[in-house]
């Protein structure tokens, strides 16, 4: 696992970003991360991707594009090396068309089909997704949510985040702490209690999340009682909204079976296998 971790934190290492925020690999990077000495042979497996993409009646210059850049090759001299902006599809496709022997190459081929799908989820109609893809969904906002939210804290004067966490959650779920919702779930020691979570819940959270960091800002709070009491505040009024309409409470909404850590490893288990 830890090495998986590693090769994928390899290949986000060398993700680049255009003027439009737009991400692309260089195909010269991506080769030293999968471990492929030889430029020539490389580049024989980036014609065989570029072959399965227009094969499947995708646009190859959208997903690979040749690109020449100036290289040092001793005594100030330079010289023109041809290279390719890729796209993720692109280099999922590589994956797929890489040596399987190499150990590596199965780690890729799992990393970009996955970070692949999920580019697909975003771009998809929300209605069309299944449970398990909107819990996926609304986990990666709620990270990115939370993440913002602890900045935002942070310049409020929070120090115990943890502290400051368990209020909004009081606030949510009737005096429930984190400690106590991962207890009713029935969840094992420090397992997240948000990857155990069906989608309505999550965006029960979110909600709370957000809602809070902006009322933070809006009132430019400065000390961590306030910050905390805040967080109460707007967790227990979005409690009493979803009571006012009618909605199930979050302590009352189900558990789904498996977390999403489980249902992530399974998806790469399978990908590994195929």
Not at 231 to 254: A, C, D, F, Q
Request: aromatic share 10%.
């Amino acid at each position: 696992m830890n090495e998986v971790k590693g090769t994928s934190a390899t290949f986000e290492d060398i993700r680049h970003l255009d003027s439009y925020k737009q991400e692309f690999w260089y195909a010269r990077e991506l080769q030293t991360v999968l471990k492929y000495k030889e430029w020539r042979k490389f580049e024989n497996v980036i014609i065989k991707a570029k072959t399965t993409c227009q094969n499947s009646g995708i646009v190859v210059s959208d997903h690979f594009v040749e690109v020449d850049k100036m290289v040092n090759i001793g005594s100030g001299a330079r010289r023109k090396q041809r290279d390719y902006k890729l796209t993720r599809y692109a280099c999922y496709l590589i994956a797929q068309n890489g040596d399987s022997r190499k150990p590596v190459i199965a780690l890729a081929q799992t990393y970009f089909a996955i970070q692949t799908r999920k580019q697909e989820i975003k771009e998809q109609d929300y209605s069309e997704l299944t449970e398990d893809e909107r819990r996926f969904y609304q986990r990666s906002l709620t990270k990115k949510g939370n993440s913002s939210l602890n900045q935002t804290a942070k310049k409020a004067g929070v120090k115990n985040y943890d502290r400051f966490h368990n209020y909004g959650y009081k606030g949510l779920y009737n005096g429930e702490t984190a400690d106590d919702i991962a207890k009713r779930k029935k969840l094992r020691y420090r397992e997240d209690i948000l990857d155990n979570m069906g989608s309505d819940e999550l965006i029960a959270n979110l909600f709370r999340i957000s809602q809070t960091e902006q009322k933070l800002k809006r009132e430019n709070i400065k000390n961590e009682k306030d910050a905390n009491k805040t967080h109460y505040e707007v967790g227990s009024k979005i409690r009493n909204t979803i009571k006012e309409l009618g909605g199930t409470m979050p302590e009352e909404l189900s558990t789904p079976k498996k977390s999403l850590k489980e249902l992530e490893r399974e998806k790469k288990n399978n990908l590994i296998k195929k």
